[in-house]
């Protein structure tokens, strides 16, 4: 056992050499084993090869497997793409087809003759149903005013329109003329008998006269002052208690009551306080027991009665 630690110790002292420089510092160097140098040598390339990046997998260069996953996708697009026009084409020909009109707003027409007059039939399109046409269509009936349609998918379709009403006389060469409440001529007759209700209109220039069209006046004022009289004595429920009016001159218009009372209106400006001050002042004088003689409304919050001697 003492000669084996005898060896290590003398071979450990051949490895070291001592060396003394300038007298002063001792330096030990060590020489290296060559069994150890070869184990060091074999671990750095160990770790040389430890830091080397490695790969799961090698990424082909081929570039064909892309091409073909892009075209398999293109063709599921297009697949789905035609199978919802197919869709789309399935339901407008059997789901979205007319079935039920609804019509709101008419009078004395029934639902069926609007419908009719409209264009619309069952089993039409929804989707090729136009409201330019539906208006197209009902103005050949004068009588019709069209406001607007609904539609409510799949197969409903509510009908908006006014009835044109007549609500006036206008006589011109012997042929007596029913106008409505915008000045459109409604109809025409040879009668001169004076509908109830309805107040005879005179002193209008006209320079255009046809059934269905409005009427054309020289004068733009007699129709607005018309318009706006009319308008008011519909609303304050007055119009079956006038007799006649004149528009002969629109900033100084007259009419004339069921009673024979002349009604001084001015212009037709502030036709609702003129209209309620003539209701009013007509009310009291009808209570006196008067039936002839001049109202002046033209100032309705100052108006003036003067009877006939």
């Not at 073909?68 to 199978?83: D, V, Y």
């Not at 006046?217 to 208690?241: C, D, G, H, P």
């Not at 006649?244 to 502030?270: A, C, H, K, W």
Request: neutral net charge.
């Amino acid at each position: 056992m003492r000669k084996r630690k005898d060896r290590q110790k003398a071979s450990e002292s051949e490895l070291t050499d001592q060396f003394e420089a300038y007298g002063e510092y001792t330096y030990a160097y060590r020489h290296q084993d060559p069994a150890e140098e070869e184990a060091h040598h074999f671990r750095k390339e160990e770790r040389a090869r430890s830091t080397k990046p490695r790969h799961a997998s090698r990424i082909p260069l081929d570039n064909k497997v892309p091409r073909r996953n892009s075209r398999r996708t293109f063709g599921t697009l297009l697949f789905l793409l035609g199978a919802l026009i197919a869709a789309l084409v399935v339901l407008q020909s059997s789901i979205f087809r007319l079935e039920t009109v609804y019509v709101v707003g008419n009078q004395n027409k029934s639902p069926q003759e609007i419908t009719a007059a409209s264009g619309l039939v069952k089993g039409l399109n929804m989707f090729a149903i136009n409201e330019n046409e539906i208006r197209a269509s009902l103005k050949a009936d004068h009588t019709i005013e069209f406001l607007g349609i609904k539609k409510q998918y799949p197969n409903t379709v509510y009908l908006y329109v006014t009835e044109r009403v007549p609500i006036s006389i206008f006589r011109k060469d012997g042929i007596q003329y029913t106008l409505d409440a915008s000045g459109l001529v409604m109809e025409e007759s040879n009668s001169l008998t004076l509908p109830e209700g309805m107040p005879l209109i005179t002193g209008f220039q006209v320079v255009n006269l046809l059934v269905g069209q409005p009427l054309g006046l020289k004068m733009e004022k007699q129709m607005n002052a018309y318009v706006s009289i009319m308008a008011e004595l519909e609303l304050q429920l007055y119009r079956n208690q006038i007799l006649e009016l004149d528009l002969t001159d629109p900033d100084n218009l007259y009419l004339m009551t069921i009673d024979g009372i002349t009604v001084r209106f001015g212009n037709s400006q502030y036709a609702m306080a003129k209209v309620g001050a003539m209701r009013t002042d007509i009310a009291y004088i009808r209570q006196l027991g008067k039936h002839s003689g001049l109202l002046d409304v033209s100032i309705p919050h100052d108006a003036k009665f003067m009877p006939e001697n």
